[in-house]
């Protein structure tokens, strides 16, 4: 099965476009992930380094070849400004399926990040047809936890992720 008989290799939202990310990417995510406007309490600097960015989009790439979803590059008039969408993870050693965001400061305060987060629990739950999805973030990080709040999930508990505590929110189908 390829991401195209899904129908997930390409969303669109009202504002934004989704799509598989790719290799020439790599330019954008570091631009957003190592950005020094980024709190140091919710995502310290010592992550945040061009290395790191080409992790995680290897990470991303990878995702997509073994389950044919994964997170999206996420387009705002044909510029890639973050990436959302749902992954397989693992939390407290169990696995799970998590939905994730990460946008641009540029583009901070303006929905984006809650609307490419509805696209992903409209797949999760309708084409990927999954019971129930989760989201985590560091505990400083408000505007994370109101897009959880927005998307109707439910705190559930701490938990521990990159060595560091987290808030573990959870979303039922």
């Excluded at 980024?38 to 073994?66: G, K, M, N, Y």
Aim: proline letters at 6%; a negative charge; glycine letters at 6%.
């Amino acid at each position: 099965m390829s991401p195209g008989d899904l129908g997930l290799d390409r969303i669109t939202t009202a504002r934004l476009a989704g799509r598989r990310p790719q290799e020439d990417d790599l330019e954008a995510y570091i631009s957003f992930f190592c950005d020094p406007r980024i709190d140091a309490e919710a995502w310290p600097s010592s992550f945040r380094t061009p290395e790191r960015a080409q992790e995680v989009l290897a990470d991303h790439l990878a995702h997509w070849e073994r389950w044919v979803f994964g997170p999206w590059a996420v387009l705002l008039d044909g510029s890639v400004i973050g990436w959302g969408g749902v992954r397989h993870t693992t939390v407290a050693g169990r696995p799970e399926v998590e939905l994730l965001w990460f946008i641009h400061p540029d583009h901070w305060n303006r929905g984006y990040t809650t609307e490419i987060a509805r696209e992903a629990v409209r797949v999760a739950f309708e084409v990927l047809e999954l019971d129930d999805v989760v989201a985590f973030t560091v505990p400083v990080n408000a505007a994370s936890r109101a897009v959880m709040e927005k998307l109707g999930m439910t705190y559930e508990r701490e938990i521990d992720h990159a060595g560091l505590p987290h808030v573990l929110y959870r979303l039922r189908r």
